[in-house]
């Protein structure tokens, strides 16, 4: 089982002025991957939220990150480039499937600007900050992710191998 932590991204949910609902139905829906071993709300600020990527990946030495919220157009959306700053290797797949399927339900999903990727051996995935689009992107990505995390953190077997 991995270790998995949740970051939900947002001004209002960090001063108590909004109930996040994304963070907690995110950790339900990824039970099977694992135990979510940290669930924070913090605000949308750059340096806070790339200091708390690196502490998770880097201290905590957790698997899998998933962030809710912060991927759109607002001046204060800075949840891609935290990502980016503190990640060695992207995973662009995901978030262009993430955006593929969710296009087939609104065409606002083309302005998600969430990224994916790896830093040292966590998985790190932007996910939209509404509940609905959180769950409806990460069950397009959940088939794909326990391959990926046994693949990245050296539990599993060689990629290409038919059987």
């Not at 039970?31 to 502490?55: F, M, N, T």
């Not at 339900?105 to 998600?112: D, I, Q, V």
């Not at 830093?119 to 996910?127: G, K, P, Q, V």
């Not at 995390?149 to 599993?156: D, M, N, P």
Request: hydrophobic share 35%; with cysteine; aromatic share 2%.
């Amino acid at each position: 089982m991995y270790r998995i932590a949740v970051i939900t991204v947002s001004d209002k949910g960090s001063r108590g002025e909004r109930v996040d609902e994304s963070g907690p139905a995110i950790t339900k829906m990824v039970e099977s991957l694992g135990k979510v071993v940290s669930y924070q709300v913090l605000p949308d600020d750059l340096d806070g939220l790339k200091w708390a990527l690196i502490d998770l990946s880097d201290r905590e030495k957790v698997d899998l990150i998933f962030t809710t919220g912060g991927t759109g157009l607002s001046p204060r959306d800075n949840t891609p480039e935290a990502t980016l700053a503190v990640i060695g290797r992207e995973v662009p797949g995901l978030a262009e499937a993430m955006r593929r399927e969710s296009m087939k339900k609104t065409n606002r999903a083309m302005l998600s600007r969430a990224v994916a990727g790896i830093r040292s051996s966590t998985l790190i995935i932007n996910l939209p900050g509404s509940v609905k689009g959180a769950r409806e992107c990460l069950e397009v990505i959940m088939p794909a992710l326990p391959h990926g995390l046994e693949i990245l953190t050296g539990r599993g077997g060689e990629c290409g191998t038919s059987g």
